[in-house]
Protein backbone atom coordinates (compact mmCIF):
# COMPACT_ATOMS: atom_id res chain seq x y z
CA UNK A 1 0.00 0.00 0.00
CA UNK A 2 2.73 2.47 0.89
CA UNK A 3 4.51 4.00 -2.29
CA UNK A 4 7.22 6.25 -2.88
CA UNK A 5 7.76 7.59 -6.15
CA UNK A 6 10.64 9.41 -7.34
CA UNK A 7 10.99 11.81 -10.36
CA UNK A 8 13.21 14.26 -11.71
CA UNK A 9 16.45 12.31 -12.36
CA UNK A 10 18.34 12.95 -15.94
CA UNK A 11 21.78 13.95 -17.69
CA UNK A 12 22.86 17.24 -16.89
CA UNK A 13 26.26 19.01 -17.42
CA UNK A 14 28.84 19.83 -14.71
CA UNK A 15 27.78 22.45 -13.17
CA UNK A 16 24.00 22.59 -13.61
CA UNK A 17 21.24 22.20 -11.62
CA UNK A 18 18.26 19.23 -11.26
CA UNK A 19 15.28 18.86 -8.92
CA UNK A 20 14.33 15.43 -7.79
CA UNK A 21 10.91 14.79 -6.18
CA UNK A 22 9.38 12.09 -4.24
CA UNK A 23 6.16 11.87 -3.09
CA UNK A 24 4.37 9.18 -0.64
CA UNK A 25 1.12 7.53 -1.16
CA UNK A 26 -0.69 4.84 1.64
CA UNK A 27 0.51 6.17 4.60
CA UNK A 28 -1.38 5.32 7.41
CA UNK A 29 0.00 8.12 9.24
CA UNK A 30 2.68 10.92 9.07
CA UNK A 31 6.53 9.89 8.07
CA UNK A 32 8.67 10.75 10.79
CA UNK A 33 11.35 11.79 8.40
CA UNK A 34 12.43 11.50 4.74
CA UNK A 35 16.07 10.83 3.50
CA UNK A 36 17.86 10.63 0.01
CA UNK A 37 19.90 8.35 -0.64
CA UNK A 38 22.61 7.80 -4.02
CA UNK A 39 24.31 4.86 -4.75
CA UNK A 40 27.26 5.70 -7.55
CA UNK A 41 28.44 2.90 -9.98
CA UNK A 42 30.91 0.69 -7.84
CA UNK A 43 30.19 2.16 -4.84
CA UNK A 44 27.74 1.61 -1.69
CA UNK A 45 24.69 3.52 -1.02
CA UNK A 46 25.16 6.07 1.00
CA UNK A 47 23.20 9.38 2.53
CA UNK A 48 22.89 12.57 1.14
CA UNK A 49 20.26 14.70 2.89
CA UNK A 50 16.89 13.92 5.35
CA UNK A 51 14.31 16.64 6.48
CA UNK A 52 12.43 15.92 9.66
CA UNK A 53 8.31 15.88 9.59
CA UNK A 54 7.71 17.65 12.56
CA UNK A 55 9.94 20.49 12.31
CA UNK A 56 11.81 20.63 9.11
CA UNK A 57 14.83 19.98 10.52
CA UNK A 58 17.56 19.17 7.83
CA UNK A 59 21.05 17.30 7.47
CA UNK A 60 23.22 17.09 4.74
CA UNK A 61 26.57 14.78 3.58
CA UNK A 62 29.47 16.87 3.64
CA UNK A 63 29.88 16.09 0.27
CA UNK A 64 26.77 18.02 -0.82
CA UNK A 65 26.31 20.62 1.66
CA UNK A 66 26.52 24.05 0.07
CA UNK A 67 24.86 23.15 -3.72
CA UNK A 68 22.06 20.70 -2.73
CA UNK A 69 18.78 21.90 -0.57
CA UNK A 70 15.88 19.65 0.81
CA UNK A 71 12.71 20.82 1.30
CA UNK A 72 9.30 19.72 2.12
CA UNK A 73 5.88 20.25 1.08
CA UNK A 74 3.26 18.16 3.60
CA UNK A 75 0.19 19.07 1.76
CA UNK A 76 1.43 17.14 -1.00
CA UNK A 77 3.45 14.10 0.45
CA UNK A 78 6.36 15.26 -1.31
CA UNK A 79 9.67 15.90 -0.44
CA UNK A 80 12.50 17.58 -3.10
CA UNK A 81 15.94 17.21 -3.45
CA UNK A 82 17.23 20.75 -5.11
CA UNK A 83 20.60 19.96 -6.74
CA UNK A 84 22.84 22.71 -7.69
CA UNK A 85 26.58 22.68 -9.01
CA UNK A 86 26.44 19.05 -9.71
CA UNK A 87 29.91 17.76 -10.37
CA UNK A 88 30.54 14.20 -11.84
CA UNK A 89 31.04 12.78 -8.83
CA UNK A 90 27.23 13.04 -8.04
CA UNK A 91 26.22 10.76 -10.97
CA UNK A 92 24.54 8.34 -9.26
CA UNK A 93 21.04 6.66 -8.64
CA UNK A 94 19.35 8.47 -5.94
CA UNK A 95 16.58 7.23 -3.68
CA UNK A 96 14.22 8.43 -1.16
CA UNK A 97 13.08 6.32 1.86
CA UNK A 98 10.51 7.14 4.76
CA UNK A 99 11.44 6.71 8.12
CA UNK A 100 7.31 6.26 9.71
CA UNK A 101 8.38 5.58 13.34
CA UNK A 102 11.75 7.20 14.17
CA UNK A 103 12.64 6.36 17.68
CA UNK A 104 16.47 4.86 16.59
CA UNK A 105 18.17 6.23 19.45
CA UNK A 106 21.73 5.98 18.99
CA UNK A 107 21.59 5.93 15.76
CA UNK A 108 22.31 8.04 12.95
CA UNK A 109 20.31 9.79 9.94
CA UNK A 110 22.19 8.40 7.35
CA UNK A 111 22.05 4.14 8.76
CA UNK A 112 19.75 3.48 6.29
CA UNK A 113 18.42 0.80 8.33
CA UNK A 114 16.40 3.30 9.90
CA UNK A 115 14.00 3.57 7.03
CA UNK A 116 10.84 1.59 6.45
CA UNK A 117 10.13 2.30 2.87
CA UNK A 118 12.21 3.22 -0.21
CA UNK A 119 11.49 4.51 -3.73
CA UNK A 120 12.41 2.82 -6.76
CA UNK A 121 15.44 5.13 -7.85
CA UNK A 122 15.63 7.88 -10.16
CA UNK A 123 19.52 8.33 -12.30
CA UNK A 124 21.40 11.42 -12.19
CA UNK A 125 24.24 11.35 -14.47
CA UNK A 126 26.16 14.39 -14.99
CA UNK A 127 28.90 14.83 -17.72
CA UNK A 128 32.12 16.25 -17.50
Known amino acids: QVQLVESGGGLVQSGGSLELSCTASGFTRDYYAVGWFRQAPGKEREGVSY????????SYADSVKGRFTISRDNAKNTVYLRMNSLKSEDTAVYYCAADLLGAHYGSHWYEEDNYDYWGQGTQVTVSS
Open 51 to 58: IRSSDGST
